[in-house]
């Protein structure tokens, strides 16, 4: 008989795209199948993104209002992607993604990480590589990956 690990604290890297709520689906399988809480991580590279909608603010607010908007984005992603009996916690972080998770995974110590391979990359992709890729080389749990829609 095969007795599978049990998944107490699994990692949900988040970068708010499409292929990311497919992740936080598998997670909410996983937490739910092994009793676990999920550990929601995003990482604000650059709070004058688009997505944070800080560009119209003066320059000593961008950097709160960023952490705000990505606090709300990412309650809503639970929301919309986790049961509520599914225990989570929001982490936000300002920084270098892959630096910032790796963080959060010596923090947390994940028995599981589940994470999209594509999210908002383009040029960045290129020139820096993958996030994804670098957690996959570095993780020191299992790693569910989900791969970008064909």
Request: charged residues 25%; proline residues 7%.
């Amino acid at each position: 008989m095969v007795v599978v690990g049990r998944f107490e604290r699994i990692l949900l890297p988040v970068d708010f795209s499409s292929e990311c709520d497919v992740a936080a689906h598998h997670a909410a399988w996983f937490a739910a199948a092994s009793g676990g809480a999920i550990h929601l991580v995003h990482v604000i590279v650059n709070p004058l993104d688009e997505l944070y909608e800080t560009h119209a603010l003066p320059p000593l607010q961008v950097v709160d209002a960023a952490k705000e908007k990505a606090l709300t984005l990412l309650q809503r992603t639970a929301e919309r992607c986790l049961p509520p009996t599914v225990k989570r916690t929001l982490h936000i972080r300002h920084g270098d993604a892959y630096e910032k998770i790796r963080a959060v995974v010596e923090e947390i110590k994940p028995d599981l990480i589940v994470l999209s391979t594509r999210g908002r990359g383009g040029i960045a992709h290129l020139l820096i590589g993958s996030v994804a890729e670098k957690i996959v080389r570095h993780a020191p749990c299992p790693i569910f990956i989900i791969p970008r829609n064909r």
